[in-house]
């Protein structure tokens, strides 16, 4: 298993609900549309901020993990392939630009471990 996780900020300007509504009405549409036949799962974590130590609330450093799963590593070179085709990567491009801080974009490639804490 691959999985991709991208933490993304939100264009300036833009409100949180602009940003989700926009995400989850448009964006996700593009993105299904290229990972169909290469992701098994396309998943956005939406982030709300919790108060710090001193008890304050920040603008989170990033709106939404975005993950993706993919069931291997052909796969997943195969989809980032397809991606930079011409005219797909145009769509996509344009389409970030319409919703994120591209100065703030960011793709990992994450090794789980995962713990039992409940010991069973």
Same mark, same amino acid.
């Given at each position: 298993m691959i999985k991709v996780i991208m933490p993304m900020k939100r264009r300036?300007?833009?409100s949180i609900d602009e940003?989700?509504?926009?995400? #989850? =009405?448009?964006?996700?549409?593009i993105g299904e549309k290229y990972l169909s036949g290469y992701a098994i799962k396309y998943i956005r974590r939406f982030t709300d901020p919790l108060p710090d130590r001193s008890g304050n609330i920040t603008d989170p450093e990033f709106d939404v993990l975005m993950e993706i799963w993919y069931p291997?590593? #052909? =796969?997943?070179?195969?989809?980032?392939?397809n991606l930079q085709e011409p005219e797909i990567k145009k769509e996509i491009n344009e389409d970030e630009e319409k919703i994120f801080d591209l100065s703030m974009m960011r793709s990992y490639i994450v090794e789980e471990h995962e713990s039992n804490i409940n010991n069973t």
């Open positions: 300036p300007g833009m940003f989700r509504d926009y995400y #989850e =009405t448009k964006h996700r549409v291997d590593m #052909e =796969t997943f070179e195969a989809c980032g392939k």
